[in-house]
């Protein structure tokens, strides 16, 4: 089952605009990850946020996380053709190895 | 350094059929984890190695089983396919030192259709 779901489950915005997506869990976690999908490929890992953090940037990305809410947002500013994929976020347990539970993802559109 | 690879990229196999999918992990990465994923279930934890040990198991049934190698290359094996394992199976290695979680590097994974 999945730990938790994840908002807007697809998103449609021009070229240039910025995408925000949601994520919520429900168990305590290690850290959230958030990772990119295009058409059916791998995934590729775009962040990872953990527990004790509430921010975080990379490029064109910024994660946040609420443990209080048990909840984390992806912000792509500036957005291109290119990031249309799917994302989901990913929990990492507090206890046990390194398995990964994912959310239903958000399929981002992103019209030129 | 080089991807996660998997082999084969697609495969279709019969009902009652085995098949036998592989992973090569990048290298220095002692841990490798397989995901299933379809439309309905999304992405599902199968299990995860490190150093040759099954070290989590998600909740699947006996007819998935894996193992690695002792040079962190791993396998993953269904027996008596069912149409619903029709899937993407997706093969991740991550570094890990210690019990710190890190990312995981996906491979493309390995298209399983089940006629």
């Known amino acids: 089952s999945q730990q938790g779901e994840e908002d807007p489950q697809a998103l449609s915005i021009q070229e240039g605009e910025n995408a925000t997506m949601n994520c919520s869990y429900k168990?305590?976690?290690?850290?959230l990850q958030w990772y990119r999908q295009n058409s059916g490929r791998g995934l590729v890992h775009l962040i990872l946020?953990?527990?004790?953090?509430r921010e975080k940037h990379s490029g064109r990305l910024r994660v946040t996380l609420d443990t209080s809410k048990k909840s984390s947002s992806l912000l792509i500013t500036a957005s291109r053709a290119a990031d249309t994929a799917s994302y989901f976020c990913?929990?990492?347990?507090?206890?046990?190895?390194?398995?990964?539970?994912f959310g239903q993802g958000t399929r981002l559109t992103i019209n030129p | 350094k080089a991807g996660v690879t998997q082999t084969p990229r697609y495969l279709i196999k019969t009902r009652g059929q085995q098949v036998t999918l592989s992973c090569s992990p990048i290298?220095?990465?002692?841990?490798v984890s397989w995901y299933q994923q379809t439309p309905g279930q999304g992405l599902q934890f199968l299990f995860e190695?490190?150093?040759?040990?099954?070290?989590n198991k998600g909740n699947f049934p006996g007819r998935f089983s894996g193992r690695q190698f002792s040079n962190s290359r791993s396998e993953m094996n269904v027996s008596t396919l069912e149409l619903g394992d029709s899937a993407l199976y997706l093969c991740?290695?991550?570094?890990?030192?210690?019990?710190?979680?890190?990312?995981?590097?996906f491979g493309p994974g390995t298209r399983l259709t089940v006629l």
């Open positions: 991740a290695s991550s570094p890990q030192t210690g019990f710190s979680y890190n990312e995981q590097f």
């Open positions: 946020i953990r527990s004790n953090e």
């Open positions: 168990t305590s976690i290690n850290n």
């Open positions: 290298s220095g990465h002692r841990s």
């Open positions: 990913a929990t990492g347990a507090i206890q046990g190895a390194q398995k990964l539970v």
């Open positions: 190695y490190f150093s040759e040990t099954q070290r």
